[in-house]
């Protein structure tokens, strides 16, 4: 276990939700920053090709000097809208994988105690969401990578609050005041994919109830053929 010191200070760089600026800090951005690089070197000699076309423009053969100019221009165009797109989005998803690769290979023992501080934080970080929770009516709050199925037995301010087999009662903060659920009805909220889109993907759902069959009726059939 790490000392309370050290994981008070991992806690002040890890991003409540995926504790992302720990690998930034470390590897994210530096391959990031590397990509870069190596765009803008492969490009620089294109650019210089294309200047160089672009100041000799010559007598004769006119055709093929305006091919070869436009051509690299568009190759040196499509390097740099590469560069301006990456530059743009920053570090991505893809970028923290390679970090935490990297991470792994490399500083094992370190990537061991970053796992393990997220792993006690994150519990230290249920904790008190479910004190919350729990201080508001409900079981727990709904979190991102879950699924849940039941009815809306009501909503308020602080959220919709659903009955859930697995998890009890369980509040949704992001559909406080909504007037689209309706209660008693059972929806599907589905957090799945709200880090990658960020959207919860909600459903009604629908009971089908098939008529019951009297045991003493179905005998008397049988006795009938």
Known sequence: ????????????KLN????????SEFCAD???DNQLKALREKGKPILEKY????????????????KDTSDTLKQYNNIKNTHDSMKEKGVTDDHYKQAREHIAKHEPSYY???????KELE???????????????????????????GKILKITNEGAYQQTKHHGIVLHPAYANDRDLKLDKSYDFNYME????????????????????????????????
């Open 123 to 149: 519990f230290i970080k249920q904790e008190q969401e479910d004190k919350y929770a729990k201080g508001l009516g409900a079981d727990r709050l709904a979190k991102n990578g879950e699924f849940y199925s």
């Open 1 to 12: 276990m790490m000392s309370f010191s050290y994981r008070a200070k991992l806690s002040k």
């Open 51 to 66: 200047n160089k076309l672009k100041d000799n423009k010559p007598l004769f053969g006119k055709g093929k000097w305006e």
């Open 194 to 225: 709200v880090e990658k889109t960020g959207k919860i993907l909600r459903s009604e759902t629908y009971e089908v109830t098939l008529p019951n069959k009297d045991p003493k009726q179905e005998r008397n059939a049988d006795i009938s053929h």
């Open 16 to 23: 409540k939700c995926t504790y992302r600026p720990i690998w």
């Open 112 to 118: 061991a105690q970053v796992q393990q501080t997220i």
């Open 30 to 32: 530096p391959i990031l």
